[in-house]
């Protein structure tokens, strides 16, 4: 089995009010990029990174990530993040036939059981995703009121690696952006052409980082954090 993952980390991140592009900023010592990626190193499956980063950032993220054992390659990404990862799928070498998983490197603590997870249900039936139970009641709103109370138990919150076969995904954004759809996950691009997508269980570390908040919730899973 062998995967390639695309990371995207080509936002600006202004949720997080940094100076730096989030994918940069500092967890425990380590920027959210190379966690993300030193996780999917780790995944027996994956055999090729792709990391896609801001324009100007593509020399600085080769470096931080030059002590993976797997292959890397770094580009740089575009507007939105569904160009971002059509950058990334460019990357992807001709013929192959393997899934391909695309993650949000702003999910710095994702793990390889995930990894492995969605790469296997990708394998099977592809196309997968972890998702997370919803707990909070879900509402649809329209001018500042509450038009429908969504049925929670039908309801998942959708995490990344979301896990594809190739040829699928890449027929997917083909079909996004000839009808000049955006999407923001792969899987809605997929789901766009009546594919099935395998569901995986989540997880609630793999939380996705925007504001200083999530960063400082973070941190304090950390090996060593200390606890105010
Ligand atoms: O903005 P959001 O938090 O939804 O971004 C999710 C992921 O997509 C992040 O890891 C971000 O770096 C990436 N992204 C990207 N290119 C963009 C916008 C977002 O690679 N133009």
Redesign the pocket.
Known sequence: MSAVAIL????R?ERMGADRP??FLDLGGQPLLLRAARAFDDAPSVQLVVA?VPEGEVEAARGLLSSLTTSVTVVS?????Q??VLEGLKQVPDGFEGPVLVH???RPLVDVRLIEDVTRAAEEDGAALPVLPVVDTIKRLREGRVVETLDREELGAAQTPQGFRFDLLVSAYEAAFRDRVTV?DEATAVERLGARVQVVPGSPLNR?I?TPEDLAWAESLLPGAVRA
């Open positions: 995207v980390a080509a936002g991140g989030k994918a896609v990404g575009g507007r939105r993040r160009d971002s949000d490197a702003a923001t996705k925007t």
